[in-house]
């Protein structure tokens, strides 16, 4: 059973964003993470970060910074669980009317989340920060890297109507209004919960902003093996699609 560290001290009745990202391992990521997320002129929020097992102190730190600020919301969950799973338990616990899922390794800056919440604002149910529209840059990486990112993103294309629309459907950087956010499958594995969240918010205003993805500031990244990860995101495609077409059949249901 996951474990709630939140400080009893949180008030949530006048929260309005909830920032969830997920964490393994990033002792060295997240304080400047949080940090920069404090500076952005932003409604009353609440950082949701759920945390699998980390070893590295990441949970110790979040223990005490969340007694000193509330809107800190810890979730420990024992052992990995996919970023999929983590991120989906912190929606289940957020209490904001719009929500952000964004990484903790700095690799996704936090001097975006305003013109996100300008697009929520203006009737958007779903905006992507995306690597690949004017403004946008997806950073230097290596070939491979390259090669296993745009594989990934004509792959959700090809196989996912609902992933067509956007320039960018295998970002980790989006927001959306809550009430789009459906219960995932239990069984549900996987990196990419934006592909769900595109065929959840299908018909609804979806909306792109650009973003500069960073290359990881300290710490190690947990893709390790590229066929462990193209694993997991085939059998993740194939769920979003079995979504897609349950709320294919629903919609044309009489
Ligand atoms: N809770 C949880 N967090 C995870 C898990 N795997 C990765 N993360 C976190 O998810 C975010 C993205 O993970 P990364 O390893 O940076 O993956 P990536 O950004 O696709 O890969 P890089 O470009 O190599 O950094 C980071 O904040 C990680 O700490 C997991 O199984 N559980
Ligand atoms: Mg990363």
């Known amino acids: 059973m996951p474990v709630s560290a939140g400080s009893p001290a949180f008030d949530g009745t006048r929260t309005v964003l909830s920032i969830v990202l997920a964490t393994l391992n990033e002792r060295e990521n997240l304080p400047a993470v949080l940090a920069e997320i404090r500076q952005q002129p932003l409604p009353p929020f609440e ?3 759920v945390d699998d097992g980390s070893t590295d102190g990441t949970r110790e730190w979040l223990r005490t910074e969340a007694v000193t600020d509330p809107r800190i919301r810890p979730i420990f969950h024992e052992g990995k669980q996919t970023t999929l799973r983590a991120q989906g338990q912190g ?3 957020s209490v904001g009317r719009w929500v952000v899922v964004m990484d903790a390794d700095r690799q996704h800056p936090a001097s975006v989340l305003p013109s996100m919440l300008a697009e929520l604002r203006a009737g958007a149910s779903l905006v992507v920060a995306s690597r690949y529209v004017p403004g946008g ?3 230097s990486r290596t070939f491979g890297r390259a090669i296993l990112s745009r594989g990934a993103e004509w792959t959700a294309k ?3 109507r609902d992933a067509r629309g956007v320039s960018d459907p295998v970002s980790g950087f989006f927001a959306f209004r809550r009430d789009v956010f459906e219960p995932l499958d239990p069984e549900d594995r996987g990196y990419k919960l934006l592909l769900f969240l595109l065929v959840m918010a299908h ?3 979806i909306r792109e902003v650009p973003f500069r993805f960073e290359p990881r500031a300290e710490g ?3 893709v390790t093996s590229s066929s462990a990860f193209l694993r997991v995101f ?3 495609v194939a769920q979003a699609k079995r979504l897609e077409r349950r709320r294919a059949r629903r919609s044309s249901a009489p």
Do not use: C, F, H, W
Request: aromatic residues 0%; charged residues 20%.
């Open 47 to 49: 950082a949701i970060v």
């Open 91 to 93: 929606i289940r616990a």
């Open 137 to 139: 840059t997806p950073g």
């Open 158 to 160: 090809l196989v996912l």
């Open 203 to 205: 018909g609804r205003p």
């Open 220 to 222: 190690a990244s947990k």
């Open 234 to 236: 085939l059998a993740e």
